[in-house]
């Protein structure tokens, strides 16, 4: 029997209390296997070294912010689900994330429990697609 692997997810914050906060939570916590990026070009690297099952994007990172990191990883992972976790949660910040194909706009103050519920709803809804995806069971001698 399979072991069930560890959910991977990758956390870009220049902010360094913040990346060991959420590594914390995510890994004590939740169980899931945490990788980390100071940056967007970081990121970007993480994921296509990686493939995470959720990425956690601060919006405002020097180099690249998070929208433009969030069009690049989509890129390279398209499925992938992407929380952009800000201090600059504004209607306007969450339009334009939703048109870079970010599942979930968090601001920073819902650290803790509202970001963990968020990243489980996006692990389950990334399981229930590839359950509808995989191919159907053949019975029978492979050919």
């Given at each position: 029997m399979l072991g069930v692997m560890a959910k991977n997810i990758l956390i870009a914050d220049d902010n360094q209390l913040v990346r060991n906060l959420l590594r914390i939570m995510l890994e004590h916590d939740a169980g899931w296997a945490v990788t980390e990026a100071i940056d967007g070009p970081g990121a970007i690297a993480k994921a296509r070294e990686r493939r995470p099952d959720v990425v956690i994007l601060d919006f405002a990172m020097p180099g690249m912010d998070g929208l433009n990191?969030?069009?690049?990883?989509?890129?390279?992972?398209?499925?992938?689900?992407?929380?952009?976790?800000?201090?600059?949660?504004?209607?306007?910040?969450?339009?334009?994330?939703?048109?870079?194909?970010?599942?979930?706009?968090?601001?920073?103050?819902?650290?803790?429990?509202?970001?963990?519920?968020?990243?489980?709803?996006?692990?389950?809804?990334?399981?229930?697609?590839?359950?509808?995806?995989?191919?159907?069971k053949v019975d029978g001698p492979l050919g």
């Open positions: 990191a969030a069009r690049e990883i989509l890129q390279i992972c398209p499925s992938v689900p992407i929380v952009l976790f800000t201090l600059y949660d504004s209607p306007e910040n969450t339009l334009a994330a939703k048109a870079a194909g970010v599942s979930r706009v968090l601001p920073k103050t819902a650290a803790g429990l509202p970001l963990l519920r968020a990243v489980e709803e996006l692990l389950a809804q990334g399981s229930q697609a590839a359950a509808r995806e995989a191919p159907a």
